[in-house]
């Protein structure tokens, strides 16, 4: 049974300056940058050490994991809200992998001092619940905006077969889904209807192969694919689904596979057919931070920023928002990086219609409170037109020189 306990949280709220990126001096070509219209991106977070991955709710709270010393031996988990970061653990164990949905509830994976994951841990305002403890190890996890849990306990790993399966955890109970003996189900991803992707995969065959198999309310389903290695599945709400299958990049919409016209590479989707993803540049010899809008006839192709060095593991929300982690070098042992944030511009569109009007008018009349800091502000946030968390006179003062009269 899961166990529950309060935590004193030693949470440490720091106001930063978030850097807009135009472009890194030094000798590395640039590949030229063109961002979604009404968007800016940001980093944040910079350290000598990285971050192991970042997550980010449509709340555009952004969960991350920093790593405090060479070796990634000892992370803490962090959560980035409209320019403010708070501290969630404070300790020298190792908390990783963090995801985090739109109640504000963090999930991560914990290493006792500088051993591997044998915890899986989901915070939700101060209150740390173990999820799964096991000795042996977990390979992926995944938290929906219900609460609810799925991941893949290594039952047997360092040997062959393996044997690694899928459990579920619904708010009130946890229960096993997958019974295989000598498979390996991993990567699992939960979206909110329940629904579930993972890779089964036959790590010890030379060379190993792999599925992405679909649970949902149909059933089990095995996807077809083009390659032998199946791998990293996202699923957005809407049931759409990417993956990499061998250097091919699949997608299942509405039902019907197909090949996107790009190499394999780790993808998240929205249910608005945004991608966010890693490609690499051969001219500039670097991992590079995509966006693709697949939503038109013609897929339309974002480079968010060149000269990072490294980047990995994207995530997005549903405004179309992304994140990822960059480094510097890593090739030569450079591990200083952050998080990369992909953000709407603010003019006071909070319903995103494309105008400010009276409906955004109005809700600004009863949001606006004055110079209070207030976290989670939410989809609040696009009215904090000076980006300093609060709603106040400043702010209406910038959103009355975006207003346009109806009809206009």
């Keep these: 049974m899961p166990v529950t306990h309060r935590v004193r949280r030693r949470v440490r709220r720091l106001a930063i300056a978030a850097i807009l990126l135009t472009g890194l001096s030094g000798p590395r070509v640039l590949a030229e940058v063109n961002l979604p219209p009404g968007f800016e991106v940001v980093t944040f977070a910079v350290n000598d050490f990285g971050c192991t991955n970042a997550d980010i709710n449509d709340c555009g709270e952004i969960a991350f994991a920093q790593l405090q010393a060479i070796g990634g031996n000892h992370a803490d988990v962090f959560v980035y809200d409209n320019g403010h970061i708070t501290r969630i653990t404070d300790n ?101 209807a329940g629904a579930m992707v993972w890779v089964r995969a036959l790590f010890c065959d030379n060379p190993w192969n792999s599925e992405i198999v679909l649970r949902d309310q149909q059933g089990l389903q095995t996807l077809e694919s083009p390659g032998s290695q199946n791998q990293v599945p996202r699923i957005s709400n809407n049931g759409n689904i990417v993956w990499k299958s061998d250097n091919f990049s699949m997608m299942m919409r509405r039902g019907a596979v197909f090949r996107l016209p790009f190499t394999g590479a780790v993808s998240d989707l929205n249910d608005s057919d945004r991608i966010c993803r890693v490609e690499f540049d051969h001219v500039t010899r670097e991992k590079q931070p995509i966006v693709y809008d697949l939503n038109s006839s013609e897929y339309q192709r974002y480079l968010i920023a060149s000269g990072l060095g490294s980047v990995a ?30 953000r709407r511009q603010r003019f006071g569109d909070v319903d995103l219609d494309g105008v400010v009007g009276l409906l955004d008018y109005a809700r600004f009349s009863r949001k606006l409170e004055g110079p209070l800091l207030k976290l989670r502000l939410c989809d609040d946030r696009f009215l904090d037109l000076d980006y300093d968390g609060d709603l106040d006179m400043a702010d209406y003062a910038r959103f009355q020189n975006s207003y346009q009269r109806e009809g206009d």
Excluded: M
Aim: glycine residues 10%.
């Design 92 to 192: 020298n164990d190792r908390d990783v992998f963090p995801f985090i949905n739109n109640r504000g509830q963090i999930l991560w994976g914990r290493g006792i001092r500088n051993h591997g994951v044998t915890q899986l841990v989901l915070y939700d305002d101060g209150r740390e619940t173990i999820i799964d403890e096991f000795k042996k190890s977990f390979n992926g996890w995944s938290l929906n905006n219900l609460g609810h849990v799925a991941w893949s306990r290594s039952q047997r790993w360092r040997r062959c077969p393996k044997k690694e399966n899928i459990f579920l955890w619904n708010g009130i109970a946890s229960s096993q889904l997958t019974f295989d003996g000598d498979v390996s189900n991993v990567q699992v991803r939960l979206n909110d």
């Design 313 to 342: 593991t994207g995530s997005i929300n549903e405004h179309g928002e992304c994140v990822w982690i960059w480094y510097e070098d890593p090739p030569n042992s450079n591990w200083r990086g952050g998080v990369l944030y992909l």
